[in-house]
Nanobody, 113 residues
Framework: QVQLVESGGGLVQPGGSLRLSCAAS????????MSWYRQAPGKERELVAR????????MYAGSVKGRFTISRDNAKNTVYLQMNSLKSEDTAVYYC??????WGQGTQVTVSS
């Protein structure tokens, strides 16, 4: 069955960095675009970044452009989100999403001093 397992979240100070990973299984990973979404308390889930199936094209929400980088390793069936210069407003649960409509369980990112 399809599984998306996120990892790498945690508590970090403002200005710090984290790298999230999403390990995929149960489908042909290299055939699908992958995305990261996030949901902060009391807010709707929002798209953070997307990468196409072979990693050659990416897009970012304006709030993270220049700070976050999405990438993928199709040999490892894994998509990554490198997050730099983190701000308190980046605090949220981060979810991995595959283009045919499945979500991971989420990983908490808290940016606080």
């Amino acid at each position: 069955q399809v599984q998306l397992v996120e990892s790498g979240g945690g508590l970090v100070q403002p200005g710090g960095s984290l790298r999230l990973s999403c390990a995929a299984s149960g489908f042909t990973f290299s055939s699908y675009a992958m995305s990261w979404y996030r949901q902060a308390p009391g807010k709707e889930r929002e798209l953070v970044a997307r990468v196409n199936s072979y990693g050659g094209s990416t897009m970012y929400a304006g709030s993270v452009k220049g700070r976050f980088t999405i990438s993928r390793d199709n040999a490892k069936n894994t998509v990554y989100l490198q997050m730099n210069s983190l701000k308190s407003e980046d605090t949220a649960v981060y979810y991995c999403f595959v283009a045919f409509g499945r979500w991971g369980q989420g990983t908490q990112v808290t940016v606080s001093s």
